[in-house]
Each structure stands twice: as structure tokens, then as C-alpha cells.
T-cell receptor, first 113, second 116 residues
């Protein structure tokens, strides 16, 4: 079992729709959860982070965390063509996992006009 | 505030050579993590430095090494390059590299290494 798994893509949604990206993790000791966006040929860009169970909203983005189910998701409302990118879920374990983000394989999102 | 910078941005080397990559973190950030990104393996953690000390290490051979200077700038070195070392090498900085609510990692633009 992979440590961090994301829903298989690619995911294609029409402009203005909601895109839903999912991620599960295996380490119950994980403390912090991140969503990064990576455009082709570029480095990952932080979109959101979440530490507590529940929802966290930032503009068109909502992150949801359920530690009991070991599940984290990202919703993108009113999707735009500029949102087309690879979305990476990353997890930071607690304890002595200094500076080590464990990434999922990424989900490619395409928003078509 | 300036972001994370990495030099060089592109590099071409031949098998058996060695390479040194540099990373300057965001001002005030003391933790620097290094990652390797390849199409097949995705993003994988190499190691993390804080206050000139390596605190964490991923599952990479000893050919991969790093260090951090007193100003938090970091370098990574790959010796005896292999074809499989061709990748995008990313560094990321954070305040302290620990899992608390204020900690987030910000990535530099990366160094794209091609080994021929």
C-alpha cells in the first residue's frame, strides 16, 4: 500500500464546474496535510494546508480533512481553464519526520471551456 | 519577501561526473528539504537540514549528500552520476520543518539535471 494515494486521473471538468480531488494516507500519525498545484515544467505551488478535522475554505478552494478515515480532499469551485494542472497531495508526519513531505502521485486536472 | 532560489536551473552532465546544486531559502526559514522528481517515481524526499544538521534522510544511496551553511543556504551533491539520476531536483524551505500549525514548505523553481 502506498503511503499517500490520490484518485486516479486524469480528471476533466467543464469550466464553472466543481472539481473534486481525493487523497488517502496510511500513517495515522500524520499531522499536517497540503495541496500543491504543479503546472507542466514548473515547481509545486502551495494552494492550501489543513491540520484539523473539518473544512477549510480559501476563495474557490476548500480542503476537507477526516483523520478517522485518513482522508483529505480538495474541492475547486467555479473551475477555470487556468486551474488545469497536476494537483499533489502531501502529508507531513509528526514526531521526527522533520521536513519530510510524502507526496501522492498527483492527479492531472483539465478544465475545458 | 523573496522566494526560494535554486542554482543552476539546468545542468547537463555525463555518467560518472559529480554535481553540486545550491538552494537559498526564504529569509528567516531555517529548514531546507530536498526532493527528487521523476515521471516514474514522482516526488521523493532526499533529506532535510536545520541549523547545519541533517535531521532526516530518505531512501537514497550515499552518492546523494548535502550540507547546510550558517546562513541556512544548502547544497546537495551527487557523486558518480548515473543515467537514472536525471530528474528535477527541488528544494523547499520552511521555518523549522516540524509538524505544527504554522509550518508550510515553499518550493524553489528546481534544477533540471540531465545525465548523458
Amino acid at each position: 500500500q502506498k503511503e499517500v494515494e490520490q484518485n486516479s486521473g486524469p480528471l476533466s471538468v467543464p469550466e464553472g464546474a466543481i472539481a473534486s480531488l481525493n487523497c488517502t494516507y496510511s500513517d495515522r500519525g500524520s499531522q499536517s496535510f497540503f495541496w500543491y498545484r504543479q503546472y507542466s515544467g514548473k515547481s509545486p505551488e502551495l494552494i492550501m494546508f489543513i491540520y484539523s478535522n473539518g473544512d477549510k475554505e480559501d476563495g474557490r478552494f476548500t480542503a476537507q480533512l477526516n483523520k478517522a478515515s485518513q482522508y483529505v480532499s480538495l474541492l475547486i469551485r467555479d473551475s477555470q481553464p487556468s486551474d488545469s494542472a497536476t494537483y499533489l497531495c502531501a502529508v507531513l508526519a509528526g514526531g521526527t519526520s522533520y521536513g519530510k513531505l510524502t507526496f501522492g502521485q498527483g492527479t492531472i486536472l483539465t478544465v475545458h471551456p | 519577501k523573496a522566494g526560494v532560489t535554486q542554482t543552476p536551473r539546468y545542468l547537463i552532465k555525463t555518467r560518472g561526473q559529480q554535481v553540486t546544486l545550491s538552494c537559498s531559502p526564504i529569509s528567516g526559514h531555517r529548514s531546507v528539504s530536498w526532493y527528487q522528481q521523476t515521471p516514474g517515481q514522482g516526488l521523493q524526499f532526499l533529506f532535510e537540514y536545520f541549523s547545519e544538521t541533517q535531521r532526516n534522510k530518505g531512501n537514497f544511496p550515499g552518492r546523494f549528500s548535502g550540507r547546510q551553511f550558517s546562513n541556512s543556504r544548502s547544497e546537495m551533491n551527487v557523486s558518480t552520476l548515473e543515467l537514472g539520476d536525471s530528474a528535477l531536483y527541488l528544494c523547499a524551505s520552511s521555518l523549522r520543518g516540524v509538524s505544527v500549525s504554522v509550518e508550510t514548505q515553499y518550493f524553489g523553481p528546481g534544477t533540471r539535471l540531465l545525465v548523458l
